[in-house]
């Protein structure tokens, strides 16, 4: 049952949260704009299309923020909502008429353990829908035109354009090199457009259909790539034209079933990439509750009330974790550390800390 404090901790909480939250997306957002600028203004005329333009984009993206930054939001919040009633003097009373401590700390707790909650939602619901938005560039044409990405299938086929073009499913200009073990020769073509045509019943599908190739004459497998006349062909391959527009690092807009899918392929090259970042997503919950209790003795010791020194340290081992993670996450998809422990070390060796600094805790 939440009680009147209860509520006024919460209060403090998502207030503080709030205005992290909004300032460093605001400062992103100022910084990021005016560095693309140019970007942003060579698909639209005007100011207010410009600002239309910047609107849509970085609305799009305020859920990535919200995927990365929430973790170390949540711990400056908690952190805030503590020294605010020590500063106030608010919190005494309340251990001195017997309220231990973790009484204290629990709603709180819980409101980080809900935001937390809404990041896994919010990762596994809303950024997987509006993906392909995400992975656009600032100079994308309405987020209908955008630029290409070099991708291989699993036969050694290599595609490649400069630009894509999701009303048609088409690129321009496509360039193709097939593999010396799939043709017996290296074979480099570029084509003036390629069409993509999805699996189907027909007999020309699942693959490109590349126009205007150069050159006009080539000797090759009719199962790999079959001529039809006038400098016309058709690419049979695995590559689709998700394929192209998404980026390297596709999978992080991923959900975690898609993940999962993409482990039971062999030929994955990016499996061990793909295997650290699903490890990492169970592991969330737990990072944040770590950085949660990292940051509480520093606030609550009772050495020093001081609250931009207490938010100060709270930060220090923020980025201290983070980095952890992130350096872990590295050698991981390097396949220096195996994808469990990359995932899992930093919440391992950062919540023995956590454990071992609670009892800095005053009661």
Not at 136 to 151: L, S, Y
Request: glycine share 6%; net charge positive.
């Amino acid at each position: 049952m939440l009680r009147i404090f209860d509520r006024y901790l919460i209060l403090i909480f998502v207030r503080s949260f709030l205005i992290c939250f909004c300032s460093l997306v605001g400062l992103y957002v100022v910084i990021d704009a005016f560095s693309n600028l140019d970007e942003f203004s060579e698909r639209s005329k005007g100011l207010f299309a410009i600002l239309g333009r910047m609107g849509t984009y970085y609305g799009y993206r305020v859920t990535l923020f919200f995927d990365r930054l929430s973790s170390v939001i949540t711990m400056i919040a908690a952190m805030f909502t503590f020294s605010w009633i020590q500063r106030t003097n608010e919190l005494m009373p309340m251990l001195a008429a017997g309220v231990p401590i973790h009484r204290i700390i629990a709603p709180v707790l819980c409101a980080s353990l809900t935001i937390s909650g809404l990041t896994i939602a919010n990762q596994e619901l809303l950024i997987p829908r509006i993906a392909k938005q995400l992975q656009g560039r600032p100079d994308d044409d309405a987020v209908q035109t955008v630029m290409a990405r070099a991708v291989h299938d699993s036969r050694g086929i290599l595609l490649s354009a400069d630009r894509c073009y999701r009303a048609e499913q088409r690129i321009r200009p496509a360039f193709v090199t097939l593999q010396p073990n799939l043709v017996g020769t290296l074979i480099e073509l570029s084509a003036r457009e390629g069409r993509y045509v999805p699996p189907g019943s027909d007999e020309l599908s699942g693959g490109w259909l590349l126009s205007g190739v150069t050159p006009a004459d080539i000797q090759c497998n009719p199962a790999v790539l079959k001529p039809l006349g006038d400098g016309d062909y058709f690419l049979f391959t695995t590559v689709t034209f998700d394929h192209m527009v998404r980026k390297q690092a596709w999978f992080h807009f991923s959900t975690s079933r898609e993940l999962i899918e993409q482990l039971g392929q062999p030929g994955n090259p990016a499996r061990n990439e793909i295997a650290v970042v699903l490890h990492s997503r169970f592991t969330r919950p737990l990072a944040t509750v770590t950085l949660l209790f990292l940051g509480l003795p520093f606030v609550l010791s009772g050495t020093d009330r001081r609250m931009v020194s207490m938010v100060g340290m709270s930060l220090v081992v923020s980025v201290a974790f983070q980095l952890s993670t992130l350096l872990c996450q590295r050698l991981g998809s390097a396949e220096y550390l195996s994808a469990p422990l990359a995932a899992w070390l930093p919440v391992l060796v950062f919540g023995t800390a956590a454990v071992g600094l609670y009892d800095w805790i005053k009661t």
